[in-house]
């Protein structure tokens, strides 16, 4: 099958500025090839959401990004400037919510927040207030000296939420951060990052492979075996393709192998 | 607390972030909070492991006591430096039993960074801005300072079973244990940077922890070992740990072993800079992804 995200135009284009731009990556675990040529853009402001099978090449992509990973050939610009793999710069502005849950679960939820601020130069003052800012924004302030442990799936989620939004980062990645929660604490988490794309102008990657977290307007691009497949809105893609939703889209996928 | 139909507090909508792209600028300052945060996460979470402390008292104080009090009837340490007179052989194995808590600890800690590179605590810490070196270092010197509270707390308890130095040596003994604790930590980490897997850490630490305390002058005089076998002698006096040991014994009693002080600044420094640029994330990640 051939890639139709090269050729697809998109009104992204015109309502979002490219905050991150993906040219030629490649990315390969021994002889398994990861990633393939990707060509992919991160629009400011925007829930961009990065779909896709297990195996598709999301976590591999989210990892390059994170800077965990170092990219094997391709280019990497960052409000049109080329970054290195871990440059500071680039690092400080970025928010990251792993897969699996990073937070100390001996600790308090203040605890962990603090450590993080550290981590990122903030001073003990202005931790304070951020951490206040964050969890009171997610309902969490109450918990602030509650250990971890005693938290439920989806108050750890929201915690990680704040961690990474702690140093107010341009933009936040989320690994399939909704992974083992229950449908309406999904909706809850989605619906609050889209209002904060929306309030603030924050920028999210969204990885998943579950459809029904993806609104209309968020730009999408669909990962399979390494490679882009699909790109461009939500609702535009479904228009384009003649589907009635993304699903079909990787139904089609599956089913061409 | 405010029910969970949704997330977001519409009274604190009003606080804002800034989105922008910033320029990362810490200064001193900033590292210094990084430096600070990282060794308070380590003493929150040594505080909250009881059992941790525990344990890494009971193994020196069992050799102290009851190993030690079985062996001075066999064991005679004759008159030699830093000791002005004869000894007794719980004595003479304080030091060593101070370098082989810095030594545990210094494994555990980087069996702990082995389980966050899995796990992913230390992905947290991979990805903020600071060098990764710094952070690395910053780990190191943290852990070495968790080790502390455990070497006084051994040092006390030693007073009572006819080990005592003089005062000085307790103040003296501390840069030379943070000194040796940062080499271990170093050496560890350097290790751990080549296991993929946490499962495989036990059995390497086996090939590293036993060696290196058994063929070290922790239990018994070189010149014993000398004795013993110019093979044998060779390789204990190659080993860091004898150095470490003898820097510790030397600063316990408020005398310098230059010597010792030179090796074991030498080791740091080098198996530093080995641990920082082998210490690979992606061994974690790419786990079980390349058939």
């Not at chain 1, 699996?100 to 003990?124: E, F, K």
Request: charged share 15%; proline share 5%.
């Amino acid at each position: 099958m051939n890639s139709r995200a090269d050729t697809l135009t998109s009104e992204c284009q015109n309502t979002h500025q490219v905050l991150l731009n993906i040219q030629g990556l490649n990315f390969q675990y021994g002889a398994l090839n990861a990633l393939t040529g990707l060509n992919y853009q991160i629009y400011s402001g925007a829930f961009n959401a990065l779909l896709g099978a297990n195996g598709a090449g999301k976590s591999t992509l989210f990892n390059l990004l994170a800077g965990l990973l170092k990219p094997q050939q391709g280019e990497l610009h960052f409000q049109g400037q080329p970054i290195r793999h871990l440059n500071a710069d680039y690092l400080a502005n970025l928010g990251i919510v792993f897969q699996q849950s990073t937070l100390d679960m001996d600790l308090s939820v203040g605890q962990n927040l603090h450590y993080h601020a550290s981590l990122h130069g903030l001073s003990r003052k202005q931790a304070k207030q951020r951490i206040e800012e964050e969890l009171t924004r997610l309902n969490l302030l109450d918990r602030i000296k509650d250990p971890v442990r005693t938290l439920n799936g989806g108050h750890k989620r929201r915690v990680e939420i704040a961690r990474a939004l702690l140093h107010q980062p341009a933009f936040l990645m989320l690994d399939e951060a909704t992974v083992g929660l229950d449908l309406s604490t999904r909706q809850q988490l989605t619906d609050y990052l889209h209002q904060r794309c929306q309030d603030d102008g924050l920028t999210v990657l969204w990885t998943t492979h579950l459809i029904e977290e993806i609104q209309p307007q968020d730009p999408v691009l669909i990962l399979y075996k390494g490679e882009a497949k699909y790109s461009g809105l939500s609702a535009e893609l479904i228009q384009q393709q003649g589907v009635t939703e993304l699903k079909q889209l990787i139904q089609q996928l599956t089913r061409a192998e | 607390m405010m029910p969970d139909s949704t997330i977001l507090n519409p009274a604190a909508s009003e606080h804002k972030t800034s989105p922008l792209f910033r320029p990362y600028n810490p200064g001193i300052a900033g590292y210094w909070r990084t430096f600070a945060g990282i060794t308070q996460r380590e003493f929150l979470r040594f505080v909250q492991q009881r059992s941790r402390f525990l344990s890494a008292l009971i193994r020196p104080l069992l050799w102290l006591i009851v190993f030690a009090a079985g062996f001075r009837a066999v064991l005679g340490v004759s008159i030699m430096p830093p000791y002005g007179t004869y000894i007794t052989y719980q004595v003479y194995i304080a030091p060593g039993l101070v370098a082989m808590i810095i030594l545990f600890n210094a494994m555990q800690s980087a069996l702990s960074m082995v389980y966050d590179r899995e796990m992913g605590s230390m992905k947290v810490l991979l990805t903020c801005p600071q060098p990764r070196g710094f952070l690395l270092f910053s780990k190191l010197l943290a852990n070495a300072l968790v080790a502390l509270p455990q070497i006084y707390a051994f040092l006390l308890i030693a007073y009572f079973v006819d080990v005592d130095p003089p005062f000085i040596g307790y103040l003296a003994v501390l840069p030379a244990c943070l000194l040796v604790a940062i080499m271990l930590g170093a050496i560890g980490l350097f290790i751990s940077s080549f296991i993929r897997q946490l499962e495989n850490f036990a059995g390497v630490m086996n090939f590293v922890i036993f060696p290196m305390f058994f063929l070290s002058s922790a239990l018994y005089p070189l010149w014993k070992m000398q004795e013993a076998g110019p093979i044998l002698y060779a390789i204990c006096n190659a080993n860091p740990f004898t150095h470490a040991v003898e820097l510790i014994r030397f600063s316990l009693y408020g005398e310098l072993d230059l010597q010792s002080l030179l090796l074991v600044c030498s080791i740091t420094i080098g198996f530093l800079f080995l641990a920082i640029i082998s210490f690979d994330p992606q061994k974690g990640l790419s786990k079980g992804k390349k058939s």
